[in-house]
């Protein structure tokens, strides 16, 4: 896992490169492809900050913390308003930068598309998180039921052979 300053280094030099080729006034396909850069590095640097606030350690794993708390803290509260900093000034590039040309209908398009994969990700996970758990549960319960018929069988088996044997010393 990649710590949240290394992933604030990424985001940052993404961001530079967003910002110069505005600057230069680039084809707008290279600027969409430099936002776009940024965008997965911000993306890595939130999960980055999601894993960081959720990890829990294995139940035999030793704890142990490279950092103080108010250090790690100091990291995750910088990164969350650097992307939030990044995030405004890409919204004043649409409004009165070299994006303008898209304008607020622009961003918020823009918004509702990144809001909408979003959307259709996690309810992507969501079910895959369903299917494993059925598949899952179904392993156990077809497992479990095959043991019974099993046992069945053996105390079946086990008893037509002791009667068998009764009868034959019956018999004898």
Not at 19 to 46: F, M, P
Not at 77 to 95: C, D, G, R, T, V
Not at 128 to 139: C, E, G, L, T, W
Request: some cysteine; charged content about 25%; overall charge neutral.
């Amino acid at each position: 896992m990649i710590d949240p300053v290394s992933a604030l280094a990424m985001v940052t030099t993404a961001f530079n490169g967003v910002k110069r080729a505005v600057e230069i006034g680039r084809e707008v396909q290279d600027v969409y492809s430099q936002l776009s850069q940024w965008a997965d590095a911000a993306s890595d640097l939130q999960e980055c900050i999601r894993q960081q606030e959720n990890k829990r350690p294995g139940l035999f794993e030793k704890i142990g913390f490279s950092k103080s708390e108010t250090s790690e803290a100091f990291d995750t509260f910088i990164a969350k308003q650097k992307i939030h900093s990044m995030e405004k000034e890409i919204y004043q590039m649409f409004l009165y930068g070299n994006l303008q040309h898209l304008g607020q209908e622009g961003y918020r398009e823009f918004v509702q598309i990144r809001r909408s994969i979003k959307e259709k990700r996690e309810k992507m996970i969501y079910e895959q998180m369903r299917r494993r758990k059925a598949f899952f549960d179904a392993v156990i319960n077809y497992g479990l039921a095959t043991i019974v018929i099993v046992i069945c069988i053996l105390i079946l088996a086990w008893i037509s052979i002791i009667v068998y044997d009764v009868g034959m010393q019956t018999n004898s």
